[in-house]
Structure formats: C-alpha cells, structure tokens
T-cell receptor, first 111, second 110 residues
Framework: RKEVEQDPGPFNVPEGATVAFNCTYS??????FFWYRQDCRKEPKLLMS???SGNEDGRFTAQLNRASQYISLLIRDSKLSDSATYLC????????????FGEGTQLTVNP | NAGVTQTPKFRILKIGQSMTLQCTQD?????MYWYRQDPGMGLKLIYY???????DKGEVPNGYNVSRSTTEDFPLRLELAAPSQTSVYFC?????????FGPGTRLLVL
C-alpha cells in the first residue's frame, strides 16, 4: 500500500464548478498534513496546511479525519488559474523533516 | 531574498559521467532536502540535512551523494550517471513545517 494515495485524476471542470480531491495515508502516527500546488514544469508550493478542526482559505477548504486517515481539499467557484496538480503531503515526524508526497491529482478548469 | 536557487536548470549527461547539482538558500534555514520527480509521479526524497555537517538518507539515495559544509549550500553529486537518473531534481529548505522549493534541475542521461 502506498504511504500517501490520491485520486488518480485528471479532473476537467468548467469555471465556477466545485471540485473535491481525496487523499488517504497509511501511517497512523503521521503528525502534519498539507496540500501543495504544482504548476506545469514548476516547483511545488504550499497551498495550505490541514488541521484536525478543518480550515478554510478563501475558496479552499481542507479537512482531516484522523480516524479514517483521510484528507480532503475542496475548491469552490473554480477559476482558470486553479489549473494545476494538487499534491497531498504527509509529515511523518514532528520536526517537519520527512514529507511524503502523493503522486498528485491534475486539475484543468475550462472556460 | 532569492529563496532557494538551483543550478543548472537543464543538463544532458552521458552514461557514466558525473556532475554536481548546486542548491543555495538565503533564508538561514537549517533543514534542506533533495527530491527527484519522475514524470507523472510524486516527489521522492533522496537525501536531507538538518544542519551544517549533518546529512541523512531519504527514500532513494542510491547513486547520489551529498555534503553540507555551510547552512546555505547543499550540493547533490551524481558519480556515475545512469539512464534511471533521468528526472527533475528539486532542492528545498525549511525552518519548520513549510518547505520552500527551488525551480528544479532537469537532468537527461543518455
């Protein structure tokens, strides 16, 4: 079983749509969770951290379910600029030194 | 601040050649990392460092070496390039949870 597993994608949605990405992780001792965004042929950049209580940043909402070892990212009112690959990332340690990346889910938002 | 810089941006190597991928950060971060990303795949950790003089293996260290003589620099060395090392290499640094990535080096081994 992969340590971090994401929806395979790709997702193609129209502008204004709501899209949800799912991710599961295998190590129940994992401490921290993140969503990174990676544009085509560019480096990954932190989109948002994921907290147990859930957190929201504008049109983006992240949820964590520790019991199910499940992480989600919801994007509302999709924009063309949201087109990218979204990486689910899990930190196995408290120091932030051992991130494990999912393979990513590609999103294309169409006009 | 320039953040994390990597050189070169692109390189073609012949099988058996060696090269060093350079990585420098100006954020005074203690933690630095090297990842590789194959097409359509996630990032795999090659080596990491928690401070000057300290390095440790990641998930896929075979065929690579690193050193960390200063806080700023974390070069990655390929001694005998193989076609399986064709990939995009990302360097990153972090202070706590957030990792900041360089723009990457695209390496093609023929």
């Amino acid at each position: 079983r992969k340590e971090v597993e994401q929806d395979p994608g790709p997702f193609n949605v129209p502008e204004g749509a709501t899209v949800a990405f799912n991710c599961t992780y295998s190590n129940s001792a994992s401490q921290s969770f993140f969503w990174y965004r990676q544009d085509c042929r560019k480096e990954p950049k932190l989109l948002m951290s994921v907290y147990s209580s859930g957190n929201e940043d504008g049109r983006f909402t992240a949820q964590l379910n520790r019991a199910s070892q499940y992480i989600s990212l919801l994007i509302r009112d999709s924009k063309l600029s949201d087109s990218a690959t979204y990486l689910c990332v899990v930190d196995q340690e408290t120091s932030g030194s051992r991130l494990t990346f999912g393979e990513g889910t590609q999103l294309t938002v169409n006009p | 601040n320039a953040g994390v810089t990597q050189t070169p941006k692109f390189r073609i190597l012949k099988i058996g050649q060696s090269m060093t991928l350079q990585c420098t950060q100006d954020m005074n971060h203690n933690y630095m990392y090297w990842y590789r990303q194959d097409p359509g795949m996630g990032l795999k950790l090659i080596y990491y460092s928690v401070g000057a003089g300290i390095t440790d293996k990641g998930e896929v260290p075979n065929g690579y070496n690193v050193s960390r003589s200063t806080t700023e620099d974390f070069p990655l060395r390929l001694e005998l390039a193989a076609p399986s090392q064709t990939s995009v290499y990302f360097c990153a640094s972090s202070y706590f949870e957030t990792q900041y990535f360089g723009p990457g080096t695209r390496l093609l081994v023929l």
